[in-house]
């Protein structure tokens, strides 16, 4: 077989083709799913058994696993789909691609959705340069399915074609007598066959030659059959590598799922493999060994998954704890999620208003946090940390507009039960400090912003400026801490809102000062007028947040929520 250095140029811009469909897909999503999707995948997803039917399911539509995983992942890191309810998705998929390997022998069909990629490009254009942001992101979501798929029928195309050159494998013939080593090594050999060839179904095709052709027995084909399930598992951890920590985590979780599968077959080995062959020999009648074989690693593959996820279903919750132990969060990876809102509303409105509470709780710390990365922002001075921070408050900003619209649509629900006035009231008051808390978030990122000017114009400003911002931002700050320990605490009475009044009077004080200053420090030429321009606009910005701040204490204490 002749594989230039070329072919593994394209094999690597494959590869890069795939990965950018993953990120495009992913981002498009996370624009435009926002309730609607999240809720559907929510009531296929509710619990386990659902969640494996929903894999299935998909699976044998697109008659890929790898498509459905890769999926999965984007849907995992896009915060559509929890980790615990990918799992049980994956697990399903592993049964999916089963049905379509009997599919494709029934009727010889198989769908390429590779073959629709350039079609849906094509109404996906006008999408993509649309004006309106949701039409825009629809666009971008089939681009990157396109691209994806593309990119992974490239990797197919593009990988070394072993399964017109099986011969090159005949050498494996030599390892066949070692008993158990060679079921072993045979695993690893499937495992490694498959990362290569990216297709778990030309991998089978492999193994049904070497059988064929007498290079290896049933065992040894089962053995690689269980490796290439190891294998396949390579493709949504090439997908994960741009993802989040929690996609990664799925990714993983689907090796880990298969590698346990594998490891309690093992155990089971001889017993399990004769079971199957007994089953296809006397059950199917089928009496021609070279067609014998082919049923059985089929019915193996099958019997195996099945099984499989009938008795890993009841350790999703390990396999949940082994990913998150294994993949420990980055510090800067902060995930889109609603903790305490999940699909639905609880089964009375006041464990639902609690439940709103504290995700209002929770909300608030986050601007708070965002907050805080402004005062690192304002300092610093290494180009590639200020554009990472700066990147993290953007983010922070998109994660704050859906949380206010879903905190808001979860209380518009829970309003249309049946409440008491008091609970109305305290619904209508939380949705106020709700919108006050989205409102911070803006002028986080309206600071922000205001800094990326002021360094993109090569503004400095005086240290006397320097100390000014930073006596503003110390009381913004003190305001923050404030709003959020009377939140976590709503016990507190009303004459503890005097604080809060303080902070924004002193605040209200300082901006007026520093205006007043501003203007004889502009005369007095002490700095440029349009240094002062980014000075004063990053002085009221500090001033409107300690406003949006007061009004969210005002909402707290007006009602306790």
């Known amino acids: 077989m002749d594989y230039s250095f070329f072919d593994f140029l394209r094999l690597i811009g494959s590869l890069a083709l795939f990965l950018y469909g993953m990120k495009i897909m992913s981002e498009g999503l996370q624009k435009f799913a926002g309730d609607s999707l999240r809720r559907i995948l929510t009531a296929m997803t509710t619990n386990r058994v659902t969640g494996v039917l929903t894999g299935v399911l998909i699976t044998a539509l697109i008659q890929s696993s790898s498509a459905t995983t890769v999926m999965v992942v984007s849907f995992v890191n896009a915060g559509l789909l929890t980790l615990t309810q990918s799992i049980g998705v994956i697990m399903g998929a592993n049964i999916g691609t089963t049905v379509t390997a009997w599919l494709i022998s029934a009727l010889g069909f198989k769908v390429d ?13 006008p999408l993509f340069f649309s004006g309106k942001s949701s039409r ?80 290896i027995d049933y065992h040894l084909g089962v053995a690689l059959v269980l490796g290439e399930n190891i294998g396949t598992t390579i493709t949504a951890n090439l997908a994960a590598l741009t993802g989040n920590t929690q996609a990664r985590r799925a990714a993983l979780a689907h090796l880990v799922f298969n590698v346990f599968g594998v490891m309690w077959v093992l155990v089971l080995f001889y017993p399990f493999t004769n079971a199957v062959s007994w089953f296809v020999t006397h059950v199917m009648k089928v009496s021609d060994p070279a067609v014998a074989v082919s049923f059985k690693l089929a019915a193996f593959h099958t019997a195996f998954n099945i099984s499989n996820t009938f008795i890993m279903i009841w350790f999703v919750s390990l396999i949940e704890k082994t990913v998150c132990t294994l993949i420990k969060p980055k510090v800067e990876d902060e995930e889109y999620r609603l903790r305490y809102i999940t699909g639905g509303m609880l089964s009375t ?15 608030a710390e986050r601007t708070a946090r965002m907050f805080n990365m402004v005062k690192e922002l304002f300092y610093e ?82 240290e006397e400026q320097n100390k000014h911002l930073d006596h503003m931002f110390e009381l913004v700050s003190g305001a923050l801490n404030r709003m959020n320990l009377i939140l976590h605490k709503p016990e507190l009475v009303h004459d503890d809102i005097n604080p809060s009044y303080n902070i924004e ?57």
């Open 349 to 363: 409105a006041e464990l639902s208003i609690l439940q709103a509470h504290k995700e209002i709780s929770l909300f």
């Open 136 to 215: 825009k992101s629809i666009g971008e979501f089939v681009f990157g399915f396109a691209f994806l798929f593309m990119g992974l029928q490239s990797l197919k195309a593009n990988a070394p074609d072993l399964g017109a050159n099986p011969e090159m494998l005949a050498f494996v013939q030599n390892y066949t007598d070692m008993g158990f080593f060679s079921i072993i090594l045979f695993l690893f050999i499937g495992a490694i066959l498959t990362m290569i060839v990216q297709a778990s179904a030309a991998t089978m095709a492999i193994t049904l030659i070497m059988c064929a052709n007498g290079w």
């Open 113 to 125: 959705i590779a073959a629709f990629a350039l079609p849906l490009l094509a109404f996906a254009l």
């Open 505 to 561: 009077n002193e605040i209200n004080n300082y901006r007026n000062q520093l205006k007043s200053r501003n203007i004889e420090d502009i005369n007095n030429k002490l700095y440029q007028y349009q240094d002062g321009v980014y000075y004063m606009d990053m002085v009221s910005e500090s001033e409107k947040l300690g406003d949006y701040v007061l009004n969210v204490v005002q909402a707290v204490i007006e009602k306790k929520i």
């Open 381 to 462: 001075k290494n180009e590639e940390t200020f554009l990472k921070t700066y990147s993290r408050i953007e983010k922070y900003e998109n994660i704050s507009d859906r949380m206010e619209i879903e905190i808001a649509n979860y209380l518009t629900e829970v309003s249309e039960g049946r409440l008491s006035s008091e609970s109305k009231e305290e619904i209508r008051i939380m949705l106020r400090a709700v919108s006050e808390i989205e409102s911070i978030a803006d002028s986080c990122n309206n600071l922000a912003r205001s800094i990326k000017r002021r360094n993109e114009f090569k503004s400095e400003f005086t």
